[in-house]
């Protein structure tokens, strides 16, 4: 898929970091100096683009088939990691390490929600107590 210079530098560089924001920051030299709360919701928006994600999920089959990455293989890694860790005590970096591998080839996304009970919109809970001074 062909993007604009902008938004395959802002692929590219939140395939290799997995940071929208630094990404973005990356891709458009002027952002470097715009506060987080200008270059969060900005990035988000260009990563939840369809073509941008479209261009994202290429990079990274293209990546799982170069590396021979599978679930097959990470879920091996895993359970030698786990066997690691019985036998030496610790193991949570390699355990860390293979999680990042499975993120940075798509093969585990971490997912939040966005909405409230049964999609209803989140609402915010204000503890506000309202006092009047009567004369």
Known sequence: MMLDPARERF??????????S???RRAKP???????TTVHPRASKMLAED????????LQAEAREKHNVT?????IELEEARNLAKQEGQ???AVSATMGKAKLHGL???KNELTGKDGAPLVPVLNVSLSRNQP
Do not use: C, M, P
């Not at 692929?11 to 929208?20: C, K």
């Not at 002027?30 to 987080?36: L, R, S």
């Open 22 to 24: 630094e990404a973005f």
């Open 11 to 20: 692929v590219q560089e939140y395939h290799a970091t997995g940071n929208a």
């Open 91 to 93: 193991a949570s970096a």
């Open 108 to 110: 585990v996304v971490d």
């Open 30 to 36: 002027a952002a470097v100096n715009w506060k987080d």
């Open 51 to 58: 073509k941008v994600q479209t261009r994202l999920h290429e």
């Open 71 to 75: 679930i097959e293989s990470l879920t």
